[in-house]
């Protein structure tokens, strides 16, 4: 006896696929570079100054780099859902 497919080729009832088909190269670069982006951001632990526009700010480093970190993805996210 055999198990019912979709038309997709995957299995009825939810089947999503295996590790390999969801980790495509790309995800895997994206992957990485966070990993090595947090790496960095928590090795930078220092308390800096940073002007914004007219005050200046005393923070620690790790919180401004992640702090841009995220305003880079959401930018990267909504140029992406644009393109769509």
């Known amino acids: 006896m055999t198990a019912k497919t979709s038309h997709s080729g995957r299995k009825a009832?939810?089947?999503r696929g295996s590790l390999g088909e969801w980790l495509t190269p790309?995800?895997?670069t994206v992957l990485v570079l966070v990993v090595l982006s947090l790496?960095?951001?928590f090795?930078?632990?220092r308390t800096t100054e940073i002007r914004l526009l007219v005050p200046e700010v005393t923070m620690?480093?790790?919180?401004?780099l992640l702090g841009m970190g995220?305003?880079?993805a959401l930018c990267g996210a909504?140029?992406?859902?644009?393109?769509r």
């Open 43 to 45: 090795e930078n632990t």
């Open 26 to 28: 790309a995800r895997t």
């Open 13 to 15: 009832g939810g089947y």
């Open 39 to 41: 790496i960095f951001i």
């Open 70 to 72: 995220v305003i880079g």
């Open 60 to 64: 620690p480093l790790w919180l401004a």
């Open 78 to 83: 909504l140029f992406m859902s644009r393109r």
